[in-house]
């Protein structure tokens, strides 16, 4: 996990004033359709395979995403369906070495428990189907199995991650891909969370939490694993281990030791010594990831995410291709999605923070770009709104950074706020397109994503200052956000909503019972309402991690975390909570289950306050089924046009609205139902 420090910006009066009497303020705002927004995009996900000659990607059929497969250089309306999913999209995919083969991950109703199964590209169609030919890796249900490395010199192999054995820790087997038969490699008895292999498929590194919440990474010497080699305490952390060719040293991102960011380093797996390689040159913000070669393995750059991205090349090469892409593309966001085998051929994506994205195929040798695909095509860029870099200082003078999204074509003057803090909490926003904060905005809503203390990349001293602060300090992040633009002339203080999913989802819950005098109103999407019930139900297989949660969250067998934990729970708050609430939960989510939202959903209607509830049958930790996706944000704009004034488009196709009705009846809790909520 990544974690950083923060550094100055632009002001928040500077930039809104640039925007409000620029020259968009000229120009009518229309409403545009919801579905745009948040209705299946054209393609997503699309990578390319190792000898460059193809590109599986997702694409609509029937209503659903699913695995589809074109030649390069071929226009996507002749791409083949692989897949033929009626209830929701493949959860992710992966390239055998030899390009042979797509191994595609699924689970049931968004419960996570992963299954795997093989795809064939190279056998003739199943007559019945028109579908490749599929292959299930046999495995317990409730288990789940997931690729975990790829060795290039081994390309029939894979190695994967599986918790079959325990369901709370990871084993790892090796498949043989053409016999899809699996062979025991290492029983993760002692409770590692990170496995690493070397580039030849070798297991050869573990990490492990202590008790006082920070990491070792030790050797595995055949069965066993060896002392530390290296540890870091609750405030630092290591990850992105990447071996070199030879696999006598590998790269790993740090902060470790003296200073604030995290940095690219180069470790001796025998001796555990770190050599500190680079950190931002502009002494900002973390290491965000570090790039290799797919042919070579080798180092070819960093990249950094400040306020926006920054690039920095290692590889001459490299380089030069990317500059001649971003002198293509001025203004926008140059990715490297992906790439073939030998660095030929490159598959790129150009966003921008108004512009959801368009894949182009890139031929490095004869520098010809070629258009793959759109991702929103139909939306309408051109009223799309900036998404401006902000800062403001926090309640104990800690600056905040951020993003704030203001209408297209308005003067931003006493606007109504939609604050939207991300989930995790341990991630962060990133300036680019935001779907939701794009419409919205559109709604006429000023959108605040602040990413308060304990979000990554901002340095260790940020991170760690979240430490037991949910619903305090991290809180006031967002409350003292809010002052700042009000005093600012640009949001009304009668007109502002919080929003949020996952850690976000608690964040609005504590909004309305911590600050009830801020907001107007307040939704929660999975979002837990109960510290006691969150940690008392996450998964199982995030024991090797659970040391993270007491640590930072709270030990609810420490009567001093007890008392402070039970206080920070919007739950035993209730009565404080005035404001209308929304609540939307998936009734398979194995992270933050139903129950988090059954009781706060129970206290608000016993209390005769105003809630709405939506509960999708078929949905876990997030909705991958457009028909819920839509059918909740319609629900949203609704509650949002009612409470702080947005605008509202006031037609939605009928199926849309029986979904609703549907979504609504799954939040019908009988009286009584929930089991009361108790502390240890």
């Not at 595995?220 to 290591?238: D, F, N, R």
């Not at 799954?666 to 108790?678: R, V």
């Amino acid at each position: 996990m990544s974690k950083s420090w923060m550094s100055q910006a632009l002001g928040l009066g500077f930039l809104i004033f640039a925007v409000s009497c620029g020259e968009k303020s000229k120009v009518a705002r229309d409403l545009i359709d919801r579905e745009l927004f948040f209705g299946n995009p054209a393609l997503a996900s699309p990578q390319l395979s190792p000898d460059g000659q193809w590109v599986a990607f997702l694409k609509e059929k029937e209503g659903i995403l699913n695995l589809h497969l074109v030649r390069w250089g071929e226009k996507l309306e002749l791409a083949r369906a692989l897949t033929a999913e009626k209830s929701r999209p493949p959860a992710g995919f992966s390239w055998t070495r030899d390009s042979r083969y797509l191994l595609v991950a699924q689970d049931s109703g968004g419960d996570e428990n992963y299954r795997l199964r093989r795809l064939d590209l190279s056998e003739p169609e199943d007559p019945q189907t028109g579908l490749p030919v599929a292959q299930e890796l046999p495995i317990r249900k409730g288990a789940r199995a997931m690729v975990m490395a790829l060795p290039k010199g081994k390309p029939n192999e894979a190695l994967l991650q599986v918790n079959e054995r325990d369901e709370k820790y990871f084993d790892i087997e090796r498949l043989d891909i053409a016999t899809m038969q699996r062979t025991p490699v290492w029983e993760n008895r002692e409770g590692c969370a990170d496995l690493v292999a070397d580039l030849d498929g070798n297991l050869r590194l573990a990490t492990r939490m202590t008790q006082d919440g920070g990491t070792e990474l030790m050797r595995v010497e055949g069965k066993k694993l060896s002392k530390p080699i290296l540890k870091v305490s609750w405030q630092e952390a290591m990850g992105g281990f990447t071996f070199r060719k030879g696999g006598r040293t590998l790269y790993l991102e740090t902060n470790v030791g003296e200073g604030d960011l995290s940095y690219l380093a180069e470790m001796d797996p025998k001796s555990g010594k770190v050599t500190r390689l680079e950190s931002d040159p502009l002494g900002r913000v973390d290491l965000s990831r570090a790039a290799f070669s797919e042919a070579t393995d080798e180092l070819v750059g960093t990249v950094y995410f400040d306020d926006r991205k920054r690039n920095y090349w290692k590889d001459k090469g490299f380089e030069e291709d990317f500059l001649f892409l971003k002198k293509k593309f001025p203004n926008l966001e140059v990715g490297l999605a992906d790439m073939s085998g030998d660095d030929g051929r490159w598959l790129v994506l150009i966003s921008g923070d108004m512009d959801p994205g368009t894949y182009y195929l890139f031929d490095r040798k004869s520098r010809e770009v070629s258009l793959f695909g759109v991702l929103r095509p139909d939306l309408p860029k051109e009223k799309l709104a900036p998404m401006m870099p902000v800062r403001y200082p926090s309640s104990d003078g800690m600056e905040i950074p951020g993003y704030l999204t203001l209408p297209y074509g308005v003067e931003a003057k006493q606007l109504p706020l939609l604050v939207m803090p991300h989930g995790g909490p341990w991630a962060r926003d990133y300036w680019g397109y935001n779907g939701t904060a794009q419409f919205f905005a559109n709604r006429g809503l000023a959108v605040l994503q602040p990413n308060f203390r304990q979000s990554t990349g901002y340095g260790k001293k940020f991170y760690s200052a979240g430490r037991h602060e949910w619903g305090d300090k991290m809180q006031d992040d967002l409350t003292w956000g809010v002052k700042d633009l009000v005093a600012k002339g640009v949001v009304d203080p009668k007109r502002v909503a919080i929003y949020g999913g996952s850690y976000g989802g608690y964040a609005a819950l504590a909004g309305l019972a911590f600050t009830p005098e801020v907001y107007a109103a307040g939704a929660s999407f999975v979002g837990p309402s109960n510290l006691f019930t969150l940690l008392n139900s996450i998964p199982p297989y995030w024991e090797s991690v659970r040391q993270q949660f007491d640590y930072y969250v709270g030990d609810p067998k420490n009567p001093e975390d007890e008392v402070r934990m039970r206080r920070q729970s919007p739950l035993f708050s209730v009565e404080k909570m005035k404001a209308p609430l929304m609540v939307v939960q998936g009734a398979n989510d194995p992270r933050v289950k139903q129950a988090e939202s059954d009781q706060i959903v129970e206290a608000y209607r016993k209390r005769g306050q105003a809630v709405e509830y939506l509960v999708a049958a078929d949905e876990g930790h997030g909705f991958a089924r457009p028909d819920n996706r839509l059918a909740a944000m319609l629900a949203l704009e609704r509650f949002l046009h009612r409470h702080i004034g947005s605008e509202l488009q006031q037609k939605a196709p009928k199926w849309m609205e029986e979904k609703l009705t549907k979504l609504k009846a799954g939040g019908t809790i009988p009286h009584g139902s929930e089991k009361k909520a108790k502390t240890p």
